[in-house]
């Protein structure tokens, strides 16, 4: 099927009743039992964009200016980010965990109304999710903690997607969280454009691609049809796919009225790899999570997301400074007045580095296919000077059964489950604000 050419048709035929600043982004997930991957454009009349390396143990004070109360948190897992809106304020991100947020821009978003709730602008959402979330459940469930602000532009809808497959897609209709997931056998596509879910899933369940539908609906539907068509054997490797999805759903040209392609990203969970390319530079650059340390003890480094790199950047990111960040709010918040991009660039410098603490594992190799079944296994861990082997144990997906203290050695010895079927990747361990991880491999 020439996906390319009905995406096209279909945009043309609204391009005219698109507003100037039409917004219109595609993310998905190709899932398979071996690979894991989420794609991701973004399209917009601009492209520039800082990815950042963000460290654990940062203690943070959500940035609003409505005299609402503010979230406040700490990180517990590193991530790396693109923001278009200046650090701490990323479209989308990985973190440590495996953990995948993006968002796209959905008009028909309406937040939840002021209350009791801590407030978080939407775009600090993401970083907030990525800092204290691994799975789409906990993504979920921090709805009971916090809401994001009703007062902070533009709309957005997020997809989520965890180290185990599951994805979501979040949206705030009439003020309420409305979600859609893998879990309750309520997203059978694993597809987001800018539609609201539920819209864009109708034009897919007819099973009919039509030249008048909303662009939202045959980005959605031509994305669908590609992650059905996708096999293993004969498609090539799930990030060169991905990628392949990612052509055949983008704005090459002048279609909605200047929004274009800016970037378009592949998030590789079990691998930890970031894979993107750019509207001005085809290459594939890509960056291994496991490049960058993520203690707070340490510079964030940044990416300008637009040099003429190819393959592996890693050794191309540099420290973080105020003048980085204000020079990119100068480009991506053009009509913002100089003082509150000022407050915004320096809105970093207010977090904080609670210290670091490193957790060192001993056990025995853990393999995927050995996983047919719930598999004992026995967590060995000892930490630096800040250890405090009391503290809460938190094994990701794991299940902990026993804990055995020894106070001599100051090790801490943990008798877990790893339930059946845990994808390969890295699995984060956490005693208190100690910070550890144990492999699956394949």
């Known amino acids: 099927m020439n996906y390319q050419r009905l995406f096209l048709l279909c945009s043309i035929f609204i391009a005219a009743f698109l507003p100037q600043s039409s ?6 997930c190709l899932d398979t039992p071996d690979e894991l991957v989420v794609g991701k454009n973004f399209d917009w009349v ?3 964009a800082l990815i950042v390396v963000n460290k654990r143990n940062v203690s943070k004070t959500a940035y609003l200016w409505t005299g609402e109360h503010p979230a406040v948190w700490t990180s517990k897992y590193g991530s790396v ?6 650090r701490e304020f990323p479209l989308e991100g990985m973190n440590e965990a495996g953990l995948v947020v993006s968002a796209t821009a959905l008009r028909q978003t309406e937040y ?4 009791a709730h801590p407030a978080i602008t939407d775009e600090q959402w993401i970083q907030y999710q990525l800092d204290t979330a691994a799975t789409v459940a906990d993504v979920i469930a921090s709805d009971a903690v916090l809401r994001i602000s009703n007062t902070h532009p533009p709309p957005l809808h997020f997809f989520i997607c965890d180290s185990q497959g599951h994805c979501a897609s979040i ?6 969280m409305v979600v859609h997931q893998t879990a309750q056998e309520t997203m059978p596509v694993k597809v987001l454009a800018n539609s609201p879910y539920s819209t864009d899933l109708e034009y897919w369940e007819n099973k009919e691609l039509q030249v008048d539908m909303p662009s939202s609906a045959a980005r959605f539907c031509t994305a669908a049809e590609m992650l059905e068509d996708y096999d293993p054997e004969t498609s090539g490797p799930a990030v060169d796919y991905t990628f392949n999805i ?25 691998n930890r790899r970031i894979s993107f390319q750019t509207r001005d530079n085809g ?3 890509y960056v291994d999570m496991s490049s960058f340390d993520f203690s707070c003890q340490t510079p964030v480094r940044v990416l300008d997301i637009k040099e003429d790199l190819s393959g592996n950047v890693a050794g191309e990111f540099t420290d973080y400074t105020y003048e980085l960040n204000r020079s990119l709010l100068g480009k991506t918040r053009k009509d913002t007045p100089d003082e509150v991009l000022d407050a915004l660039a320096a809105y970093p410098d207010t977090t904080e580095c609670e210290g670091a603490c490193e957790l060192y ?3 025995r190799k853990i393999q995927y296919a050995k996983l047919s079944k719930d598999r004992k296994v026995v967590l060995k861990i000892t930490g630096d000077d800040d250890f405090d082997m009391y503290s809460r144990i938190d094994p990701g997906p794991l299940t902990w059964r026993k804990a055995f203290f020894n106070r001599k050695k100051n090790r801490l010895k943990v008798q877990a489950i790893v339930p059946a079927g845990l994808r390969p990747g890295i699995v984060p361990i956490l005693v208190g604000d100690c910070f550890g991880q144990i492999e699956i491999v394949p």
């Open 23 to 28: 917004h219109a982004c595609t993310t998905f």
């Open 46 to 48: 601009f492209g520039d």
């Open 81 to 86: 980010t693109v923001n278009l809106l200046g």
């Open 112 to 115: 939840p109304a002021p209350d």
């Open 171 to 176: 949206e705030f209709l009439d003020g309420v």
């Open 246 to 270: 990612l052509s055949n759903v983008s704005f090459l040209s002048n279609v909605s009225q200047g929004a274009l392609t800016q970037w378009s990203i592949a998030f590789d969970i079990p």
């Open 283 to 285: 290459d594939i650059r």
């Open 361 to 363: 594992i001993e056990h």
